[in-house]
């Protein structure tokens, strides 16, 4: 009975984190948005303080109601410090980014990512990629290449945050997986608010205070939800599913950040850029189901 029940219950693990993932993508694409319309308006660290005190204070309250507001393992602390840090670092980045890119172009070229992670498993965790994996990881990066174009006449220096970010990113998730299980994902998720706020609010003391409408804070306060919902449902997807079911599931932002580009900015992505981000996704689908079909057969 335990043998038949067991792909049952890995099947329904992994659905769950899937459907996490998507709702963690579909934040992604909102807070994007959001933010694009009240950063011409106000400074960025003002932007990402008064993001992250909102969200923090409503992950506070619900923490508290759980009885789960209290420090994390000891064990967890250097992993945290390290999330953290990939964390802010992310978060400056890929702000950079959708303030001077297109939300299309910097949602394809943070797509990535999964690509990102299966080389990132073969260089530290020893993981095995046969030929047909590089080849598809190769043709992920010449879909980012295409849509930077770098070394041309239409490179845009700018798509280089697109790029630290996602790099970021990469950390960020990798790290998330050496955390301990029984740390709640809610309380990981309140950490990382509190760090990126406090970098929100050192920047602050730098770069002057821009007076704000009632527009504006209604917008922060809408993002603050959606940055909570990317936080956390990023984090119980990455703990819930396989890393190699999930992880498609995040090319589901590039049709949000086209849909959002278009409706909110009158953004049109070119050509080069579609056919990048098609690279992209065939890309790293092909590795992803190459890598459960290999599974399969071990």
Not at 21 to 44: E, Q, S, T
Not at 47 to 56: D, E, G, T
Not at 183 to 206: E, M
Request: charged residues 15%; aromatic residues 10%; proline residues 5%.
């Amino acid at each position: 009975m335990a043998l038949v029940l067991a792909p049952a219950d890995a099947l329904a693990r992994n659905l769950q984190g899937a459907a996490w993932m998507a709702l963690a993508m579909l934040g992604v694409a909102v807070n994007d948005a959001l933010m694009k319309l009240v950063l011409p308006d106000i400074g960025m660290f003002q932007a990402i303080l008064l993001r992250s005190v909102f969200a923090a204070a409503a992950v506070a309250v619900w923490l508290r109601m759980r009885g789960q507001l209290r420090p994390p393992a000891r064990q967890d602390l250097p992993w945290l410090a390290i999330r953290s840090v990939a964390e802010i670092g992310a978060t400056i980045f890929y702000l950079n980014a959708i303030m001077r890119l297109r939300l299309a172009e910097v949602s394809a070229i943070n797509q990535s990512l999964p690509l990102l992670l299966t080389l990132a498993g073969v260089l530290f965790l020893g993981e095995r990629v046969g030929w047909r994996r590089w080849l598809a990881i190769l043709a992920g990066f010449a879909g980012v290449l295409l849509i930077v174009r770098p070394g041309g006449e239409a490179f845009d220096p700018d798509a280089l945050y697109a790029v630290g970010g996602m790099i970021c990113f990469g950390i960020r998730e990798v790290v998330t997986r050496r955390t301990d299980p029984q740390t709640p994902s809610l309380l990981i998720t309140f950490i990382t608010l509190l760090t990126v706020g406090t970098t929100g609010a050192v920047g602050s003391l730098i770069e002057p205070w821009s007076p704000m409408e009632a527009w504006h804070l209604t917008a922060l306060v809408a993002s603050s939800v959606a940055i909570f919902v990317c936080y956390h449902a990023g984090v119980v997807a990455m703990r819930t599913g396989e890393i190699g079911f999930t992880a498609p599931f995040r090319y589901t932002v590039i049709l949000w950040a086209i849909v959002l580009g278009f409706a909110v900015f009158g953004e049109v992505p070119d050509v080069q850029t579609l056919v990048g981000a098609a690279m992209i996704v065939a890309a790293g689908l092909y590795a992803f189901w190459r890598e459960r079909r290999v599974g399969r057969a071990a």
